[in-house]
């Protein structure tokens, strides 16, 4: 049977409503694993400080030799947490090792574009102990009259280098990709 002129084929209307849905289904998705990213680098940088001194604290004075002699099949709950907390001190180590790291590249490609303040705004937010009890709107202001710039500045500086960080630390996942 054929199409009678003037009447709607259901099923292509179904299709292309489907196809638009999975469009925005999928856009939506790629949305939040960026804010996600963004959040987990400024999650970071916010208990970068935190993560230095758990480091500091947990350090356990067992040698290599005492950890190798200790036999771990006979470990109690008790050794369960002892061995969680040195794990947890391990992957403390590696992500502050990696933050400085990143941090080094973002300071250095930023004096080498002749933006370091962008840079010092990222330092002075997050990483200088003296401002870190600051409420965060006082932490703003004070560091724009110190730059010299607007608190706009600030902020948008701020969220600038998030972004760039987000790429140096967790790499290609780390780039707001346009798919």
Known sequence: MGKRPGTVNIQEIATAAAVEALKLQKNEERMRIRKNRFGNTELLLKNYLNLIEHFELSQDKASEEDMEAYNFEEADMEDVIIRSIRRSRIRTLIMVLQIEICLE?????????GQLEKYVVLEKLYLDPTKSLLPWLERVRIIAAEIPCSESSVNRWKNDMIRELSVLIFGADGLQLEL
């Open 105 to 113: 590249k973002l300071r250095t490609k930023m004096i080498d574009k």
